[in-house]
């Protein structure tokens, strides 16, 4: 079988990503010999018909996907730090190959709609808080919420798109006094000076980000936990939706560390499975290749679809095509079990565009046994796109 380079895993404007545009994207992986490509934003399949489209203009295979942030309860009151290092219980999930026409309707839909409507609301109260600053420090210009999701999102507000308009207006407002503009800067940082160089906006944007969006900034606003669903929740509408239910990894951070779920893989894998989950996913930057050898090995050799992607979900603009932390290259075993994660999604997707059940079935069984022959037909499905 001769293995396609994938990236199962890009955020797109649809969200918030390092492509002003979703085509960007697509022109980008093609450049790069990326043959499958998975667009994956939060809380929204708004993309899915661009990026079919525009994929297969660039004879590149389309997957359709998701994420959430869930919230699991028992891990919650236990202290056990999952997917997000900082918050105990909260866990990102994954929707791979849903399916596409969306099907997702009903209450499943409603409660999309409501969690992704918290989420913006959420971004409106430290926009709020934000200009409560800007009015504070004699700025002479405020962020407009209602300007901001016209003009820099397709929808779907993450508090990105704040730090990006502030840096824009100070931008706009000092022009090329670079020395106003690093005042500035200090001043609305509380006496913190910026680190980054002014020709470096995805950096000045993180570090604004850094310095008034999270804990302990002067806009940050806690997240209502109506912002969380449920993980059990999160599963049934990705399973409504015609998807398969992804437990994303940390992995190793660049210490060498884990957190409490992923320290211990024989056991995560086993909590995984009892927790009816079938698929992981790894973004390849975060690791070092001993570790995705590891992890990505351990998985797959134990029936679960392992996929791979980049996220793209900051300002910084990287690589299409994958790598590991630091820029090493991946293995060729790293790249086929990527790829027979791949032809799995794209076997589930193909079946389930025809009526029939994919890998996973509306109660979310996975099809373990015929693993195989999900990847003999999903290469099947990929090459008659990308040849």
């Given amino acids: 079988m001769e293995v396609a380079d994938v990236n199962a895993h890009l955020h797109t404007p649809y969200s918030f990503s390092a492509f002003a545009r979703l085509s960007d994207a697509l022109d980008q992986a093609a450049q790069e010999g990326v043959k499958v490509v998975g667009i994956n934003d939060f809380y929204s399949l708004d993309g899915y018909a661009e990026w079919k489209r525009e994929a297969l203009k660039r004879k590149l295979y389309p997957m359709f996907n998701i994420e959430f942030i869930s919230l699991n309860a028992e891990d919650q009151q236990a202290g056990v730090r999952v997917n997000d290092p900082n918050n105990p219980g909260r866990t990102y999930l994954s929707g791979k190959g849903l399916a596409y026409p969306v099907i997702l309707e009903g209450e499943c839909a409603e409660q999309l709609a409501e969690v992704r409507g918290e989420s913006n609301a959420h971004v409106q109260r430290m926009c709020g808080k934000m200009n409560e600053i800007l009015d504070k420090i004699g700025a002479g210009f405020r962020l407009n919420f209602g300007e901001i999701e016209r003009e820099l999102t397709k929808g779907s507000i993450r508090e990105r798109h704040l730090a990006k308009a502030l840096r824009m207006k100070v931008a706009e407002k000092f022009g090329d006094d670079r020395a106003a503009m690093a005042d500035f800067y200090e001043t609305v940082f509380n006496g913190k000076p910026l680190k980054s160089s002014l020709d470096n906006p995805a950096a000045v944007e993180n570090e604004i980000r850094g310095n008034l969006l999270k804990a302990g900034g002067g806009a940050f606003v806690p997240e209502d936990p109506k912002a969380f669903l449920p993980m059990e929740t999160v599963k049934k509408i990705i399973l409504a939706a015609g998807g398969i239910p992804t437990y994303p990894f940390l992995a190793d951070d660049a210490k060498g560390g884990f957190t409490d779920f992923e320290g211990d893989l024989e056991k995560c894998a086993e909590t995984l ?5 079938w698929s992981v996913e790894f973004i390849t930057t975060r690791n070092s290749v001993e570790v995705l050898e590891k992890y990505a090995g351990y998985l797959h050799d134990r029936g679960f679809v392992v996929t791979f992607g980049t996220e793209h979900n900051t300002p910084a603009m990287e690589p299409v095509k994958l790598s590991a932390r630091g820029g090493a290259e991946l293995t060729e075993r790293l790249k086929y079990i990527n790829y027979c994660g791949a032809c799995v999604v794209a076997a589930h997707q ?30 099947r499905v990929i090459k008659s796109v990308i040849a």
């Fill in 273 to 277: 499975r009892k927790r009816g989950i």
């Fill in 350 to 379: 193909d079946l389930v565009e025809h009526g029939e059940k994919g890998y996973v079935d509306a109660e979310g069984h996975a099809d373990t046994e015929h693993r195989d022959e999900f990847i003999v037909r999903g290469d």
